[in-house]
């Protein structure tokens, strides 16, 4: 089974630039996240898409950040103008919904992250 | 408001050994407890987790323990290994709904 894929692993930009990330969740992955993780800490919640939709975007700072997942599927991530703190690793992770004698059970995948340095 | 508590921020620990991370929570709606291992430049991988109708819940040498009332729950590494080294996230969420991770501790194991 592939694993959630993310583009760039890398990225340098300045200040006030703008900056994309692409994500492709697990086949058959309803459930799409994006997270930040500032160096040190754990991830943040940004978003989190079902399918084509927003089921909670309350931490994603929205005069920069903008996200979409057109299609349900693939899903882009959008900084614009970067300032020095959104330096961070940008986690994708994608779920599905799993029963087991345990009851119900959401497993989250994650990609291996986008890092992001803005000089 | 952090809604995970985890401890300590860094542990040290002698090949062999037991490796113990603590976490706490206040939200009694949370009802699914994850760990998970973080190696870097890797994204974080599911190890082990725990739902609060049971206290303990042992894969191989990874058990949490869970202590529903006192709200905390902790992963105990068995018979440690250089392997192991990496950073642990507890993390918490009523199902369904947005997970929330604690700070990590980073573990390194010493051979």
């Known amino acids: 089974e592939a694993g959630v894929a993310q583009s760039p692993r890398y990225k340098i930009i300045e200040k006030r630039q703008s900056v994309a990330f692409w994500c492709n969740p697990i086949?058959?992955?309803?459930?799409l996240y994006w997270y930040q993780q500032i160096l040190g800490q754990g991830p943040k919640l940004l978003i989190q898409?079902?399918?084509?939709?927003?089921?909670?975007d309350s931490q994603l700072p929205k005069d920069r950040f903008s996200a979409e997942r057109l299609k349900g599927v693939d899903s882009t991530l959008k900084i614009q103008p970067a300032k020095l703190e959104d330096s961070a690793v940008y986690l994708c992770?994608?779920?599905?919904?799993?029963?087991?004698?345990?009851?119900?059970?959401?497993?989250?995948?994650f990609g291996p992250g986008t890092r992001l340095l803005v000089l | 408001q952090q809604q995970v508590k985890q401890s300590p921020q860094s542990l040290i620990v002698q090949k062999g050994g037991i490796s113990i991370i603590n976490c706490a929570y206040e939200?009694?709606?949370?009802?699914?407890f994850p760990w998970y291992q973080q190696f870097p430049g890797k994204g974080p991988a599911l190890l082990i987790a725990?739902?609060?109708?049971?206290s303990e819940k042992k894969e191989g040498r990874f058990t949490i323990s869970f202590n529903k009332s006192a709200k905390r729950f902790s992963l105990h590494i068995m018979d440690s290994q250089p392997g192991d080294s990496a950073t642990y996230f507890c993390?918490?969420?009523?199902?369904?709904?947005?997970?929330?991770f604690g700070t990590g501790t980073s573990l390194t194991v010493i051979p």
């Open positions: 992770a994608s779920s599905l919904l799993e029963v087991s004698s345990g009851g119900i059970q959401e497993t989250q995948y």
């Open positions: 939200n009694t709606a949370f009802d699914y």
């Open positions: 725990i739902r609060p109708d049971v």
């Open positions: 898409f079902q399918n084509n939709g927003v089921v909670d």
């Open positions: 086949s058959g992955h309803a459930t």
């Open positions: 993390a918490a969420t009523n199902t369904g709904n947005q997970f929330y």
